[in-house]
């Protein structure tokens, strides 16, 4: 007997292929380290002290008793909540895996901070500052995808829907603009008609009365 499947979870990563889910994951952090590289460096030229890639990639640049590690972590949540939900709204586009996003992109980033410095954060503010971009990014991330679900799809216009309706009225022998009831399923013209399913015509007779008919 075969063995019934579990249904995945909704929003899970699971409903994307392997290859997909990967190149969607780098894509996304990629933005996140081109974006946060371009402000940061432009931040500290602009203050005057040298660029490191150890506020990019370390964790001790972020504190909360400088005016420069403020500025780092205040860089940080901009670059994912902008730049990063931009990057997820455009290559992922689905409400309901922001969230399984926004999460990996920055396991991710602690993982490549773990590799790099060999040692665990222990500043808090580079965990809040981390809790903090987690949370603008998925707010700005499903805000942009369910306001490009909810789009309305255009199906010709209003173009299509009367080019269609004047040749629908050709095929019935009716007279251009006159379009017929589209409720009903059937036009009102010259003895023709057509069915409500649109299936075929008819030919209205009318019936004169007192005339008897011959048994088919």
Request: aromatic letters at 10%.
């Amino acid at each position: 007997m075969a063995r019934r499947r579990r249904p995945r979870r909704s929003g899970a990563l699971g409903e994307l292929p392997p290859l997909k889910l990967l190149s969607q994951i780098v894509l996304v952090q990629t933005v996140l380290y081109f974006s946060l590289t371009a402000l940061l460096f432009f931040t500290e030229r602009i203050s005057g002290r040298p660029f490191t890639f150890n506020l990019v990639f370390g964790w001790d640049g972020i504190r909360g008793d400088t005016t420069e590690g403020l500025v780092t972590a205040f860089v940080f949540v901009m670059a994912a909540a902008l730049f990063c939900a931009a990057a997820i709204v455009i290559f992922v586009g689905r409400s309901k895996l922001v969230l399984d996003f926004a999460a990996t992109l920055h396991f991710v980033h602690l993982v490549v901070v773990l590799l790099i410095t060999k040692t665990v954060p222990a500043s808090f503010a580079w965990w809040a500052t981390m809790v903090v971009s987690t949370g603008a990014t998925v707010f700005v991330s499903a805000w942009g995808c369910r306001h490009r679900e909810l789009q309305p799809i255009s199906f010709g216009g209003a173009a299509g829907k009367n080019g269609s309706s004047q040749e629908a009225a050709t095929i019935a022998g009716l007279p251009a603009g006159a379009d017929g009831d589209e409720e009903q399923g059937f036009s009102h013209g010259r003895g023709r008609a057509r069915g409500r399913d649109g299936a075929g015509e008819y030919e209205m007779v009318p019936v004169r009365t007192g005339e008897s008919r011959r048994p088919d």
